[in-house]
């Protein structure tokens, strides 16, 4: 478990770092609810990890139950709700040797 959450983790850290205003130029940007409905009806994804950034904004990450395609989306504060990537073949990393922090 800890492994999927350093890899979720580190998979969405571009997200927290990015500016919300470049969120903004996606050409279509959703609800989050319609989001979600879209990627689980046209990928069966699902929402494994959620963070939410200083700015208020919803980093989230889905994942196909076999795991086959991935999508990191961010929900502004407004519920608009943009991908920031996707991808193919997730699986978690493995964690770091030493003991658990």
Not at 15 to 21: E, L, Q, R, Y
Request: charged share 15%; proline share 6%; aromatic share 6%.
């Amino acid at each position: 478990m800890r492994a999927l959450h350093l890899a979720s983790l580190l998979a969405a850290l571009a997200a927290f770092f990015m500016p919300v205003s470049a969120l903004g130029q996606q050409k279509e940007c959703p609800t989050r609810t319609a989001a979600l409905d879209w990627l689980a009806k046209k990928y069966n994804e699902h929402s494994i990890w959620q963070g939410i950034n200083t700015s208020g904004v919803l980093v989230e990450l889905t994942v196909s139950k076999d795991g086959g395609t991935w999508t990191l989306i961010v929900t502004l504060p407004d519920q608009t709700t943009c991908t920031i990537t996707s991808g193919e073949g997730w699986r978690a990393a493995k964690p770091p040797d030493g003991p658990e922090t």
